[in-house]
């Protein structure tokens, strides 16, 4: 008897099963790979297709630190969740491996077999003392109640309530939203109905079981690596402190979280930020954050979360634009690429978006949000260098192909628009720019006014190699370069966004610094917000703010001061 066979597993040797099986998987995208070691522990992989009879393909791009074991014959399965059961293959090899666009793109024998369990629940992950993942159960009316996680499945959970929040499951008539927190700032939400209560009255609480509904194939995969990582702590603590420190999960280490704070969006206490519009936007941000550790983990960009933040946008845009402005200047506690992709797609919008079809509009604007992310994708070794040399511009100038080809789920979104906005975005006119190099008439319209936002936007920051500059130093460098950036796009942004712009922080005749919230229809201030600090604008920054009479109160603007936003 074979080991699956003892633990209740079932084979499957028909063709045609052992295809719609394995088919279920791929579209699914919870499969993880295990080595045939007892020590070895499952990680998230993603299956790609399936040549029945011949090969299974698979991209390995997550387990980096597995590949000289796997391309040296050594042995493993695969593991995972189709039509209500666990599924694993027999023991594989891999036949082929490559390295193409920063992914590594494998192939290995095609099953003969599959193993296939009935039993879900013994498929559960516990978690272990000192294992904590918080969880907010929140109902539609948005009230809320804390908890903790104590087991995960691919169907659902088990979770540790107060005693206090029986009244809002009692109340409750549609799904619940579960938000888990894990350790390390990681936070994932996903829809579920409460199927059965326990109480302790000693410890006062109520052990919660939630059964998961609607949820997309994309949460499913992200539900699978959360098991699997689960999985991957818990025995962890079976080990001996010199052991291979790779048993234990990132998602488990709260020392990482502290080191990249800035990081954390999730977890970021919506008052620091300046504006309701501003906190608005980081759900924006929340979904950009997530969607980058996601993509260094295989997965494809999520297509009904990228359209619904991108009407987000547009909605915060049709409500007030000069609000929307003034907040993409307000995110400064998240990562460079997710404010300067939310950034770009506002400014984008405002300057181009009135005159154009609404499916276009939205196409621009989620293109624009994402049109950075791809830099994840590239070796990371290139942002620390001590000089910028010719492969690390070959490398940098990848990460457009790389996220266009996690786009492709996005059935939505235009690729044309996509194309337009993600690789012609670093185009320049003379042909220095990459990806394709091209020049001149080569380039897209939108294109061109795309490559100008993206440097208005860049070079308001601080980088390493420079500070951030003022608008008119960033306006002179783009007029002086008439060989890279079409000077009628350039004047055509100067004349819509004025030469003291929302968002610009500006010294007054007074003497006084503020904030410039919103503009008249001759471009002078109308509402500005003071401070006595030249700093990204927070709100334990500001002090107060003047509408209407700004030029009585505070004098005529003097000078812009430069700050990294």
């Known amino acids: 008897m074979t080991e699956v066979e003892h633990e209740g597993y079932e084979s499957v040797t028909s063709a045609a099963a052992i295809g719609a099986l394995l088919d279920t998987m791929i579209e699914g995208g919870g499969v993880s790979l295990c080595l045939m070691t007892p020590e070895a ?110 087991d995960l499945s691919q169907s659902g959970c088990q979770v540790e309530l107060p005693l206090s929040a029986s009244g809002l499951l009692a109340r409750s008539c549609s799904p619940l939203t579960l938000t888990y927190a894990f350790p390390d700032g990681t936070e994932f939400s996903v829809d579920a109905e409460s199927r059965h209560q326990l109480t302790d009255a000693e410890y006062h609480l109520l052990r919660v079981g939630f059964e998961f509904v609607d949820h997309s194939a994309e949460q499913s995969r992200k539900i699978w690596y ?46 620091h930020y300046a504006t309701p519009a501003a906190r608005r936007l980081v759900k924006v941000a929340a979904y950009l954050n997530a969607q980058l550790l996601l993509l260094t983990q295989g997965s494809d960009i999520d297509s009904r979360q990228l359209s619904l933040n991108a009407d987000r946008i547009i909605a915060l845009h049709e409500e007030d634009r000069q609000a929307l402005l003034f907040a993409s200047r307000c995110l400064s506690l998240e990562p460079v690429l997710v404010r300067h992709g939310i950034a770009v797609a506002i400014h984008l919008l405002d300057w181009v978006g009135d005159d154009l079809p609404g499916d276009v509009r939205k196409a621009i604007v989620a293109s624009a949000l994402v049109h950075d992310l791809g830099k994840a994708l590239i070796p990371q070794i290139i942002y620390t260098a001590p000089q910028f040399e010719a492969t690390h511009r070959e490398a940098l100038s990848e990460h457009a192909a790389l996220l266009l080809q996690r786009l492709k789920s996005c059935q939505w979104l235009s690729q044309n628009v996509a194309q337009t906005v993600i690789k012609g975005i670093n185009e320049r006119l003379d042909g220095s720019g990459y990806p394709d190099r091209l020049s001149g008439e080569q380039i897209n319209e939108l294109s061109k006014a795309c490559a100008i936002i993206d440097v208005v936007e860049a070079m308001r920051r601080d980088r390493p190699d420079r500070p951030a500059k003022t608008t008119q130093e960033i306006y002179r460098h783009l007029l002086r370069h008439p060989n890279q950036f ?48 030249a700093v990204a604008p927070l709100r334990g920054t500001l002090k107060y703010s003047v509408a209407g009479d700004v030029a009585e109160r505070l004098g005529k603007p003097r000078r812009e001061v430069a700050v990294s936003t």
């Not at 420190?245 to 969006?265: M, N, T």
């Open 226 to 271: 959360f098991v699997c990582e689960i999985e991957r702590e818990a025995t962890s603590y079976d080990k001996e402190a010199t052991e291979d420190a790779r048993q234990s999960s990132p998602l488990f280490d709260p020392q990482g979280a502290e080191k990249s704070e800035q990081q954390q969006v999730g977890r970021r206490d919506l008052k």
């Open 41 to 150: 522990t499952p990680e998230p992989i993603v299956l790609m297709e399936q040549h029945p009879g011949d090969t299974l393909v698979m991209d390995l791009s997550s387990i980096g630190h597995l590949l000289s074991r796997l391309q040296a014959a050594e042995p493993f399965y695969l593991r995972g969740q189709s039509q209500g059961k666990v599924i694993r293959t027999p023991a594989l090899t891999l036949t082929e491996a490559r390295h193409s666009g920063g992914r590594f793109l494998c192939c290995s024998q095609y099953p003969e077999a599959l193993w296939v369990l009935q039993r879900r629940e013994s498929f559960r992950a516990q978690l272990r003392m000192g294992m904590v993942v918080a969880v907010t159960v929140t109902d539609d009316h948005g009230e809320s109640v804390k908890g903790e996680l104590r």
């Open 486 to 533: 079409d000077a009628r796009w350039v004047k055509r942004y100067i004349d819509h966004f004025t030469s003291l712009p929302i968002g610009s922080l500006v010294q007054f005749s007074s003497e006084q610094l503020a904030w410039i919230v919103r503009l008249d229809d001759d471009g002078a201030p109308l509402e500005v917000v003071v401070t006595d600090q």
